[in-house]
């Protein structure tokens, strides 16, 4: 599946973003739909998946401030974020993972100033 990550930007910390990630096809039989982030220097890491049941896990670094969420019919998963951190800043890539499937999207950045 391909992935278009969007919505990144530049915001003032305390702020929201709504990154969204849409795809080229129907994402409801996808079993993982994640997003991770990349600063430079650093491993990408995990924020947020959200099963193909609807389940949704949140990384400890983020749980309270962000959330996801999909909207089948659009093909969409969003990232919600808010109250954000320059420590959140970074580029956020949307994934989507059915073994033996292991789907990246471009990356959006997002910067937070303090």
């Known amino acids: 599946v391909q992935l278009q990550a969007s919505g990144g930007g530049l915001v003032q910390a305390g702020g929201s973003l709504r990154l969204s990630c849409a795809a080229s096809?129907?994402?409801?039989?996808?079993?993982?739909m994640r997003w991770y982030r990349q600063t430079p220097g650093k491993q990408r890491d995990w924020v947020a998946s959200?099963?193909?049941?609807?389940?949704?896990y949140i990384a400890d670094s983020v749980k309270g401030r962000f959330t996801i969420a999909r909207d089948i019919a659009a093909n969409t998963v969003y990232l919600q974020m808010n109250s954000l951190k320059q420590d959140d800043t970074g580029i956020y890539y949307c994934?989507?993972?059915?073994?033996?499937?292991?789907?990246w999207g471009q990356g959006t950045e997002v910067t937070v100033s303090s």
């Open positions: 994934n989507a993972y059915s073994a033996p499937n292991n789907d």
């Open positions: 959200i099963t193909s049941s609807g389940g949704t």
């Open positions: 096809r129907s994402i409801s039989s996808v079993n993982l």
